[in-house]
C-alpha cells in the first residue's frame, strides 16, 4: 500500500508541480502567439525557430524555477541549448534561403489546420524536454556516474551525426551539377535519414542521464525519444519526406537502388524501430 502512495505522490507532483504547470502555460503560450503572428502572416518562416527556441527557453527556465544547481542539471541544460541553438538556425538559413516549407503547402492558408500545427509543435517540445523538465525539477542530486557519461557520449554522437549530416546535404544542394538529383554521399550513403538518427540519439542520451536522478513513476519519461522516434519515423518526418521521394525519382534506378541497400535509419541499432 505504502508503495502505491509513493507512485501516487509522484505522479501528482509531475502533474501539480508548479515548475511543470508553468513550463506547459509559457510553452502554449509561445506557440500560440506564434501562430497568430504566422496565420496573420500566411507564412511559416518561424515555426522552427520558435520550436527550438522554446525548447531552450524551458530548460532554462525550469532549472531556475526548480533546480538546486546541480552539474547534472547545468550539463543537461546546456546541451539542450546547443542542440537547439545549432537546429534552430539551420532550419531557420535553410527556409529563409528556400522561401517556404513543402509541409504547409496546403496549411498557410488554412488558419485552423495552422493552429493544429502549432498545438502539436507545443506538445513535441513538452513531451520531448520532459525528462529535463524532471531533472531540473530534483533537489536530490546524484554522484555523476556511468549513466550520465554514456548519455552525454550518446547526445554527443547524436549531435555529430545530425550536425554532418545536415551540413553534408547543405553542401549538396549548393552545387548547380546536383540540380534534381539526390544525396547518397556521406553519411547518406549509410542510412537515409542520418539526420534524425542523429536527433534520436540525442534526446535518448539526455533520458539517460537525467533518469540517473529519477524514481518510480518518472522513469515513464522514456516516451520522450520515444514519441520523437514515433513522430520522425511515422508523422511528420520520414513518410513525407519519402513520399516526396518516391513522387520525384522513384522511377529513376539509381534511386531504387538506393532505397534497396541503404537502411531508413540504422538497422544494426535499432532493428524494430525501422
Given amino acids: 500500500m505504502s508503495q502505491h502512495i509513493l507512485i501516487f505522490q509522484d505522479m501528482l507532483d509531475i502533474v501539480m508541480g508548479s515548475t511543470f504547470v508553468k513550463c506547459a502555460a509559457t510553452d502554449l503560450l509561445i506557440q500560440w502567439v506564434g501562430w ?30 526548480g533546480g538546486s544547481g546541480h552539474v547534472r542539471q547545468n550539463v543537461q541544460t546546456g546541451l539542450v541549448t546547443a542542440w537547439g541553438l545549432r537546429l534552430g538556425t539551420y532550419l531557420f ?3 529563409m534561403k528556400d522561401g517556404h516549407d513543402r509541409r504547409f503547402n496546403n496549411v498557410r492558408d488554412s488558419p485552423g489546420t495552422f493552429f493544429v500545427y502549432w498545438t502539436v509543435q507545443a506538445l ?32 554527443g554522437l547524436g549531435f555529430a551525426t545530425e550536425a554532418i549530416a545536415d551540413q553534408q546535404k547543405w553542401i549538396f544542394k549548393q552545387d548547380p551539377d546536383n540540380a534534381g538529383k539526390f544525396i547518397q554521399s556521406g553519411l547518406w550513403a549509410y542510412s537515409r535519414h542520418p539526420n534524425y538518427l542523429g536527433e534520436i540519439l ?25 514519441f520523437l522516434w514515433f513522430l520522425l519515423r511515422h508523422v511528420s518526418g520520414i513518410p513525407i519526406l519519402e513520399q516526396q521521394a518516391l ?8 534511386f531504387q537502388n538506393y532505397l534497396r541497400n541503404t537502411p531508413l535509419l540504422w538497422p544494426s541499432l535499432w532493428p524494430c524501430l525501422q
Avoid: C
Avoid at 247 to 254: I, L
Fill in 202 to 226: 540525442q534526446w535518448s542520451g539526455l533520458f539517460l542521464s537525467a533518469s540517473s536522478v529519477m524514481r518510480g513513476v518518472q522513469h515513464l519519461s522514456v516516451v520522450s525519444p520515444l
Fill in 247 to 254: 513522387k520525384k525519382w522513384g522511377s529513376d534506378p539509381a
Fill in 93 to 95: 538559413l535553410r527556409i
Fill in 36 to 65: 497568430a503572428v504566422a496565420a496573420a502572416l500566411k507564412t511559416e518562416k518561424f515555426y522552427d525557430l520558435a520550436g527550438s527556441g522554446t525548447f531552450i527557453l524551458l530548460a532554462h527556465l525550469s532549472r531556475i524555477w
Fill in 124 to 155: 513535441w517540445v513538452f513531451v520531448t524536454l520532459l525528462p529535463t523538465l524532471i531533472l531540473n525539477n530534483e533537489h536530490r542530486d546524484e554522484p555523476l556516474g556511468p549513466r550520465d557519461y554514456l548519455g552525454w557520449g550518446l547526445w
